[in-house]
């Protein structure tokens, strides 16, 4: 999303109470910013005090980037999701088309909708970000602290928070440990299900609720709803995964702005960094220094086949010569992973952050749902009371591209207790949902 989403127009942010400490955590200017070696004088003018060879850091944050907009219009969504919803589909037989997806992984929200952040995004991809800085790293993290390690179950092994800080100070960055700690979207004890499930007491089931060939939406020229796409073990992966790479480098964070708000969900970027402080899209994030982790090949895959799938509903309905003028095709460079939590929700707000090339041609973004249901908003203006609304559901795909590149769009709340029987006992997901938005730098 062009998190200016998440940015601006945010109703559902909250001040965070350690804002004087942590504020510019997500804030240093330029120079904080700067890759690699500080110098030494550099980090005593920042507020270091050298002690012996060591710089130890006075005071936290020194200056707050406050350039830009920090604030804007609320918008209050008047929230009706208390009960859960009874799902829209009847009964259907599985279907056929999705792959099922592979277990190998190669280890590997949000945006703005202020005009002005078009005008970011004129300097081309390549000017951006070099060929050489575009290019995924393969396996290894390149997280400033090495330290940090996967096991083989997916979870990692952090350094003390002191050590973490010394190095990320060294490397120029600030990071406060309470902001980046690891957040696992799953409970642990996933094989207590009788346990877990029981916080999701009226959860349906897949085979109340859906199985069967994917429901396909046009809610406009561009925009398509696949319901129920992502199949089962899909979505089992889809969790699987996120959960480890959530909890490793580059992983989940629950995200602020420059003025101090905090996002109401945890964050994870992949193939590039989105910073919601700046708006822009990078190799590596600002807080510390963590080179996002790859976007693994099957999610890849599976968003790619539900462009295709999009464009041959959109062919028929608009009986268009060329396709691609209705809903283009996309090959996602990034992919931004949010976990709502029960409070969970989203402004509404353009997705415009890409590059002017992927805006100008309409490039679509595609959003996978998992868990939770959500209250899902889109229109033409910034204006909740004309907007439609859409839930969408576990396992459903929307797509907009094309003329509705721009539309405006928001998740006015998570519906609780409306995830999948079987999803939750085969994951231990959470109480939440699981947003993952592709698209194409
Ligand atoms: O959670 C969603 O469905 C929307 C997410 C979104 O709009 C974004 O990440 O830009
Ligand atoms: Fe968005």
Not at 86 to 103: A, D, E, F, K
Not at 242 to 261: I, S, T, V, W
């Amino acid at each position: 999303m062009s998190k200016s989403w998440k940015g601006s127009t945010e109703p559902d942010i909250e001040k965070s109470d350690s804002f004087a400490n942590h504020g510019s955590q997500f804030s240093g200017d330029t120079e904080v910013r700067t890759r690699g070696q500080v110098p030494l004088k550099k980090l005593c003018q920042r507020g270091y005090i050298m002690i012996g060879t060591i710089p130890v850091q006075l005071q936290p944050p020194y200056s707050m980037n406050l350039q830009g907009s920090s604030s804007s219009p609320s918008l209050n969504f008047s929230s009706t999701c208390t009960e859960p919803r009874s799902m829209s589909n009847p009964l259907r037989s599985v279907q056929s088309n999705i792959r099922v997806m592979h277990t190998n992984v190669d280890k590997t929200l949000l945006p703005d909708f202020s005009p002005s952040s078009v005008s970011n995004n004129s300097l081309s991809p390549a000017e951006r970000f070099p060929a050489s800085n575009i290019s995924r790293h393969q396996g290894k993290s390149s997280c400033t602290d090495h330290l940090w390690k996967s096991s083989e179950v997916g979870y990692v092994k952090r350094p003390r928070p002191a050590q973490r800080n010394l190095n990320n100070a060294l490397a120029g960055y600030k990071v406060d440990p309470a902001d980046i700690k690891p957040f696992d979207i799953c409970f642990r004890r996933r094989h207590n299900s009788g346990l877990d499930i029981s916080l999701h007491a009226n959860t349906k089931s897949y085979t109340e609720v859906q199985e069967g060939v994917t429901e396909k939406i046009i809610l406009k020229p561009g925009m398509v709803l696949l319901k129920h796409y992502l199949s089962h073990t899909n979505q089992v992966e889809i969790v699987r995964i996120c959960r480890k790479l959530g909890q490793g480098p580059g992983g989940f964070y629950q995200p602020g702005y420059k003025d101090g708000a905090k996002l109401r969900l945890q964050m994870m970027c992949l193939g590039l960094d989105w910073d919601p402080q700046t708006r822009k899209y990078g190799n590596k994030r600002s807080i510390d220094g963590c080179e996002p982790p790859n976007i693994p090949d099957e999610f890849r895959d599976l968003a790619i086949l539900a462009i295709e799938e999009a464009q041959n509903v959109s062919k028929k309905k608009f009986r268009a010569a060329n396709v691609e003028d209705v809903l283009p095709s996309m090959s996602p460079d990034l992919c931004i992973v949010n976990f709502y939590s029960a409070h969970g929700r989203l402004g509404l707000h353009q997705d415009r952050d890409e590059s002017r090339d992927s805006l100008h041609r309409g490039l679509p973004v595609v959003s996978f749902s998992v868990g939770d249901s959500a209250e899902f908003l889109y229109g033409e203006e910034r204006d909740l009371e004309k907007a439609e609304k859409v839930v969408l559901e576990s396992g459903d795909v929307l797509i907009f591209g094309g003329k509705s590149r721009f539309v405006f769009h928001g998740v006015s709340c998570i519906i609780p207790n409306s995830a999948p029987r079987e999803l939750l006992e085969a994951t231990g997901l959470r109480p939440g949902r699981l947003n993952l938005t592709f698209r194409q730098f």
